[in-house]
Structure formats: structure tokens, C-alpha cells
Nanobody, 124 residues
Framework: QVQLVESGGGLVQAGGSLRLSCAASGRTFSNYAMGWFRQAPGKEREFVATIQRSGGVLYYADSVKGRFTISRDNAKNTVYLQMNSLKPEDTAVYYC?????????????????WGQGTQVTVSS
């Protein structure tokens, strides 16, 4: 198994930027496709972005496409989510997840491991 720890969340004004990081334990990070999800109070967990094991294919939710960028550094066992042009509706707890089965997973049920989340709050 793998442990995931998110960091980088905080409070920003609309139009600002944040970069989230997800640090994974172990030495087999490259065996996992990685994803980011978010969950606002009273709402279901929502897919944000995923990246393949090699980093070769990226897939984004329509709501963040063009504003967010997912990347990974397998040498550092870390996946990132660069968030630009933030909007108040981006406010949520952001979760990092790892999957060992699928090529480009985009459903929460397809992921095997989850971090504890980091809060992102965007003020207007």
C-alpha cells in the first residue's frame, strides 16, 4: 500500500493561484496513476484531474480545464496540482488519490488509496 499526504492548501483571493503537492510513501510511486479530487461541504466528491504513471496523458474535469495543471515527479514521489485563475466555486477539500489498475482513472471508485485532504478556500 501507499500513504499519501497533501499539502499546499490555503486561503486565496479569486484570480489567485495555489500549488498543491501530494507526497507518497514507498519506492513504487511510478506504478500508480494519480488523481486529484475535491469535495465541498454538502456535495459529492468530484473528479478534478488525473495523470498516467509515466505522466504521458492528462485528463481534466471541464470545470478546471485550462486553469489547473496536474504533473508528477516520480523521482520525488510527488504529484502536483497547479491551480490558476481560482474561483470561489473551487473552494473545497482537495484529495490526492492513487490507482494501481487503470490507465487514466476518472472515478473515485477506481482509486485504491487516498490522502487526508487539504483545504482550499477562494474568497471573492
Amino acid at each position: 500500500q501507499v500513504q499519501l499526504v497533501e499539502s499546499g492548501g490555503g486561503l486565496v483571493q479569486a484570480g489567485g493561484s495555489l500549488r498543491l503537492s501530494c507526497a507518497a510513501s514507498g519506492r513504487t510511486f511510478s506504478n500508480y496513476a494519480m488523481g486529484w479530487f475535491r469535495q465541498a461541504p454538502g456535495k459529492e466528491r468530484e473528479f478534478v484531474a488525473t495523470i498516467q504513471r509515466s505522466g504521458g496523458v492528462l485528463y481534466y474535469a471541464d470545470s478546471v480545464k485550462g486553469r489547473f495543471t496536474i504533473s508528477r515527479d516520480n523521482a520525488k514521489n510527488t504529484v502536483y496540482l497547479q491551480m490558476n485563475s481560482l474561483k470561489p466555486e473551487d473552494t473545497a477539500v482537495y484529495y490526492c488519490a492513487a490507482d494501481q489498475t487503470y490507465r487514466t482513472p476518472s472515478k473515485a471508485t477506481e482509486y485504491d488509496y487516498w490522502g487526508q485532504g487539504t483545504q482550499v478556500t477562494v474568497s471573492s
